[in-house]
T-cell receptor
Framework: GDSVTQMEGPVTLSEEAFLTINCTYTATGYPSLFWYVQYPGEGLQLLLKATKADDKGSNKGFEATYRKETTSFHLEKGSVQVSDSAVYFCALTYNQGGKLIFGQGTELSVKP | DAGVIQSPRHEVTEMGQEVTLRCKPISGHDYLFWYRQTMMRGLELLIYFNNNVPIDDSGMPEDRFSAKMPNASFSTLKIQPSEPRDSAVYFC????????????FGDGTRLSIL
C-alpha cells in the first residue's frame, strides 16, 4: 500500500542553521506531495506542495522538490529561525477528494 | 474567510460519559475528515465524508465511535461510552473536490477522559 516515511525526530538546530527533513514515499500511481506544519496547540497548515515530478514547492523560505526517481520530497530551508519550531508532516494524495496519507511527523526545535 | 471551526477546544470528562465533538467545515468544501492525534500513534484518519455521505470509516476504532454529517455545514464525532484511552486531540479538516487540493484543518479538540 501507499506510505510515507519521514526521518526520526526530534531535530534540534541552532538559529540560522541549514535544515533538511527527509521524506520518502511509496505509491502505486503518481501522487501529489505536500508538507504540512503544526505549531504547538494548533492544527496542521499547508506549507507547500508539488503536483508532478520535478516540481518545486516553496513557501516562507522552505523548499521541496518532487523527485520521482528517488521517490523523495525532502524539505529544506537555508536559515531556520526560532519561530520555525514545530512538527512537520510529509503527505501524499492521488485520489480525487484529497484523502491524505501522512508520515509520522518530525519535530523541529530551533534554539537561539 | 473563516477556517474550519471545531468545538469545544478542550473537553475533560469522566470515563463512561458520552462525548460529542463538533465541526463546521469551510463553506463550499464538500469533503470532511476526522483525525485523531496521539503521541503513541501519531495522526490517524478516522472517517471522511463526501457531500455529507460517509465514504470510508475504516479508521473508526470501535463501535463506541460514531460520526454524522447531517448537512454541508456541520459534522459531529461521538464517543459513547468514553474510555481513558480515547484521550487525544481530535482534528477536523475539509477540502474541495478537484484532486490535489490541500486539506484545511481546525485547531482541534483536546479530549481528556479521566
Amino acid at each position: 500500500g501507499d506510505s510515507v516515511t519521514q526521518m526520526e525526530g526530534p531535530v534540534t538546530l541552532s538559529e540560522e542553521a541549514f535544515l533538511t527533513i527527509n521524506c520518502t514515499y511509496t505509491a502505486t500511481g503518481y501522487p501529489s506531495l505536500f508538507w504540512y506544519v503544526q505549531y504547538p496547540g494548533e492544527g496542521l497548515q499547508l506549507l507547500l506542495k508539488a503536483t508532478k515530478a520535478d516540481d518545486k514547492g516553496s513557501n516562507k523560505g522552505f523548499e521541496a522538490t518532487y523527485r520521482k526517481e528517488t521517490t523523495s520530497f525532502h524539505l529544506e530551508k537555508g536559515s531556520v529561525q526560532v519561530s520555525d519550531s514545530a512538527v512537520y508532516f510529509c503527505a501524499l494524495t492521488y485520489n480525487q477528494g484529497g484523502k491524505l496519507i501522512f508520515g509520522q511527523g518530525t519535530e523541529l526545535s530551533v534554539k537561539p | 474567510d473563516a477556517g474550519v471551526i471545531q468545538s469545544p477546544r478542550h473537553e475533560v470528562t469522566e470515563m463512561g460519559q458520552e462525548v460529542t465533538l463538533r465541526c463546521k467545515p469551510i463553506s463550499g468544501h464538500d469533503y470532511l475528515f476526522w483525525y485523531r492525534q496521539t503521541m503513541m500513534r501519531g495522526l490517524e484518519l478516522l472517517i471522511y465524508f463526501n457531500n455529507n455521505v460517509p465514504i470510508d470509516d475504516s479508521g473508526m476504532p470501535e463501535d463506541r465511535f460514531s460520526a454524522k454529517m447531517p448537512n454541508a455545514s456541520f459534522s459531529t464525532l461521538k464517543i459513547q461510552p468514553s474510555e481513558p484511552r480515547d484521550s487525544a486531540v481530535y482534528f477536523c479538516a475539509s477540502t474541495m473536490q478537484g484532486g490535489n487540493q490541500p486539506q484545511h484543518f481546525g485547531d482541534g479538540t483536546r479530549l481528556s477522559i479521566l
